[in-house]
Nanobody
Framework: QVQLVESGGGLVQAGGSLRLSCAAS????????VGWFRQTPGKEREFVAA????????YDADSVKGRFIISRDNAQNTVYLQMISLKPEDTAVYYC???????????????????WGQGTQVTVSS
């Protein structure tokens, strides 16, 4: 079992920055891919970014490429999402998710993840 807790969300003006954290507890965190997703009311959960269990491979959605950076600190069991140049369309609840151990590829679909946090709200005002 893995428990995930997101933090760092809030209200920011367009062009501003936030750093989200995803703190994990439980087994084998360092062997799991971690992804960030976001969701707005009435829409499906959208992939944002993912990082392999070693941290050596990352993947970003086109909508955030060049603005969001995902990283991880396995010693601290934490994954980060640094967000810069935020836009109003980035407003959403952001979720982190962890895969089962040792996935064979980086994961971009919500149903490929086994564990989810409760989410943190990010609101970007224009």
């Amino acid at each position: 079992q893995v428990q995930l807790v997101e933090s760092g969300g809030g209200l920011v003006q367009a062009g501003g920055s936030l750093r989200l954290s995803c703190a994990a507890s439980g087994r084998a965190f360092s062997s799991r891919t971690v992804g960030w997703f976001r969701q707005t009311p009435g829409k499906e959960r959208e992939f944002v970014a993912a990082i392999s269990y070693s941290g050596g491979t990352t993947y970003d959605a086109d909508s955030v490429k060049g603005r969001f950076i995902i990283s991880r600190d396995n010693a601290q069991n934490t994954v980060y999402l640094q967000m810069i140049s935020l836009k109003p369309e980035d407003t959403a609840v952001y979720y982190c998710a962890a895969s089962r151990p040792m996935p064979s590829s980086i994961l971009k679909k919500a149903d490929e993840y086994a564990y989810w946090g409760q989410g943190t709200q990010v609101t970007v005002s224009s």
